[in-house]
């Protein structure tokens, strides 16, 4: 579906990133390996793993720089391989990936440290350049996950009953901004264009904006991935 | 007569059944024990043709024993202010009643039909209604006999409590010891009471899901079969495979995530989100474009906002049609006062300058039409770079 807007193409020069496949359907598995193998230059799959418990095991042993987890799965699913893996391994770097199109997976799914969101419909030069963003410690933000964040900070600020830090419980005006150019199906590169700033600071604000959404105690958040339950029928 | 309870009785006991049943009737005049003996004996004793007594299903139903425990806790409680209303006329004509009731109730649930037709006629009788047969006159003689009797009795229990021409210590103490058991029984007991009224709710729960079931199970077959179905005859034209499929998937999907399609808001069908997830279908299955909708809040639908809509469609339409783009993107923000949409394509564009006068399109469509309910509207485009419609009007008093 959403077209993650991802920011630049990674130089040719650069080693091919190091990626591991966590998905329980061995069939998506194969399919996503056979579509990266026509991008090998830049991207190589290292390994896969089909349940929650071999996938830690791998990941640790292997190290790769980014991981590809599926956010349902048996045995807790993706967020349950995110928060596991990140004890041991703080390097390794997640990209959800899923089918659904929820506000409560992809909320889940950031909470748990997964840089960026991306459905299962995305087309494989868009998964390639979701991965080098990730791999490059930045976000991949889909115009979805940027209407998600827009209407779960919406409508002004939490009550102040709890204590919450207001720096993570707002969003900046210059990172609205962003995110609704994103959500208007802009890519970083636009965006940048857009606002007269440069790429570099397009990512820190998209990063700063997912910091806020791990880390924020906000509880319209949680109340408001509740609600919605689910969202509109994906694209 | 009724359940053959006389016959039972009579063939145990060694006496003409006639005799038992004058015997039990003169027992139901007497204090009323004759129902409650009529009813145990009922439950009791295996019905002709069958040798397991009624009582024995009942004891393995939960609902029956909660129900029991139930109307038997409210009989203590009764007692209890009769008791202390030192009406005692009250306890030796209620309470045989409510334990007949009560197992009646007992009877209906677990007997056969026939035991079910006589336990409605006894259960009519005891509460004074009389059977369907009863003429109206005389239904009427009984009814109005019991309410000047009930009448008397609570004016006889009030006047026995306030009689004394000098209210004593004493008497307050009993009121307030009374008071205290009847708070202390309904504390206790309540958990029961309650519960009785859970199960009612969990059975009609049951089958409100049974009902889901069988709902689901028909709109799989009349959707998703039926597509499958076309997509197999179709298999040659794969641009026609992915149109359905997609279809397909839609419509699933928001059968599956919106119970209610375009209620997630409680704002009803009639939500701009609503109508902008029709726009986005209507322009998938006709254009075999993909239109990606992102919206952030929701507003109502009016004329405002109606027009709005009307011109993101023409919108992305113009998108579908001639940008050569297969993406197609919608944004909308419901903020408390304005509505903004952007239609978005990543297509060839064109200059905006160069386009002429005389076609309708943009200038009629999209300008005059937002221009017309107050709002504004641009189109930003240039070859190579794709086109993008800017629409935004201002919400009157957000409701």
């Known amino acids: 579906m959403t077209s993650p807007s991802v920011p630049r193409s990674s130089a040719a020069a650069t080693p091919a990133l190091r990626v591991f496949i966590v998905d329980d359907h061995p069939l998506f598995r194969a399919g996503v390996r056979h579509e990266l193998t026509a991008h090998a230059d830049r991207v190589e799959v290292v390994g896969e793993a089909g349940d929650v418990a071999s996938a830690v095991e791998q990941i640790c042993g292997i190290s790769p720089d980014v991981v590809l987890v599926d956010v349902h799965m048996p045995g807790g699913g993706g967020p349950e391989v995110i928060r596991q893996v990140a004890v041991p391994r703080p390097a390794v770097r997640f ?10 997976d992809v909320i889940e799914a950031i909470r748990a440290g997964a840089r960026g969101y991306v459905t299962k419909t995305i087309s494989t030069a868009e998964l390639v350049e979701a991965l080098a963003t990730v791999a490059a410690g930045d976000a991949v933000f889909s115009p979805r996950l940027a209407g998600f964040v827009l209407d779960a900070f919406g409508g002004g600020p939490a009550p102040s009953t709890l204590h919450l830090d207001p720096e993570l419980d707002q969003l900046s005006t210059r990172e609205r901004e962003v995110l609704r150019l994103i959500a208007r199906g802009y890519a970083y590169k636009e965006v940048a264009r857009e606002l007269f700033i440069s790429v570099k600071t397009v990512e820190t604000h998209v990063s700063a904006v997912l910091r806020k959404l791990q880390l924020t105690n906000r509880y319209q958040l949680t109340r408001w991935a509740m609600e919605r339950r689910l969202v509109p029928p994906e694209v | 007569m009724l359940a053959g309870v006389a016959g039972v009785l009579s063939d145990s006991v060694g006496v003409s059944p006639t005799a038992a049943r004058a015997a039990l009737v003169a027992l139901s005049f007497f204090g009323g024990s004759g129902i409650v ?22 004891m393995g139903d939960r609902r029956t024993i909660s129900l029991v425990t139930a109307v038997a806790s409210a009989l203590v409680v009764a007692l209890v202010v009769a008791s202390v209303l030192k009406t005692p006329a009250l306890i030796g004509d209620v309470s045989p009643g409510v334990v007949a009731l009560a197992g009646l109730v007992v009877v209906w649930r677990h007997a056969g039909p026939e035991d079910r037709q006589a336990a409605a006629r006894l259960a009519s009788l005891l509460s004074g209604a009389g059977p369907a047969a009863v003429p109206t006159r005389r239904r009427l003689l009984v009814a109005s006999v019991r309410l000047v009797a009930g009448v008397a009795l609570i004016a006889g229990g009030t006047s ?13 103490a009993a009121a307030a010891g009374a008071l205290g058991v009847v708070a202390g029984f309904a504390l206790v007991l309540a958990p029961w009471w309650l519960r009785l009224g859970r199960d009612l709710a969990s059975e009609r729960r049951e089958r409100a899901r049974a009902e889901e079931r069988a709902e689901m199970a028909a709109h799989l077959h009349d959707s998703v079969l039926q597509t499958l179905a076309l997509i197999q005859r179709s298999a040659a034209d794969p641009h026609q495979v992915q149109r359905l499929a997609r279809a397909q998937e839609r419509q699933l999907r928001s059968w599956l995530f919106d119970a209610i399609p375009g209620q997630r808001d409680g704002l009803g069908p009639a939500s701009v989100s609503g109508a902008l997830l029709s726009l986005q279908q209507e322009v998938e299955t006709d254009h075999g474009v993909r239109v990606e909708l992102v919206t952030v809040g929701d507003a109502p639908l009016d004329e405002a906002s109606k027009a709005l809509l009307a011109a993101a469609r023409e919108a992305a339409v113009n998108s579908a049609k001639w940008s050569g783009a297969d993406v197609v993107s919608i944004y909308a923000e419901a903020e408390p006062t304005a509505l903004s949409v952007f239609v978005r394509d990543r297509g060839r564009g064109f200059d905006p300058a160069e386009v002429a006068a005389d076609r309708k399109g943009i200038s009629e469509s999209i300008h005059a039409r937002v ?18 419609v800017a629409l935004k009007v201002e919400r009157t008093a957000p409701r």
């Open chain 1, 95 to 104: 990209l959800a990936l899923s089918v659904s199109d929820s506000a409560d």
């Open chain 2, 160 to 172: 026995a409590v306030l009689a004394p021409k000098h209210l004593t210590e004493a008497d307050f």
């Open chain 2, 37 to 58: 003996i009529y009813v145990a004996v009922w439950l009791m004793v295996p019905p002709a043709g069958s040798d397991e007594p009624v009582v024995r299903g009942a």
């Open chain 2, 371 to 388: 221009r017309r309910c107050g709002g504004t509207s641009s189109v930003r485009s240039s070859p190579g770079q794709g086109t993008e």
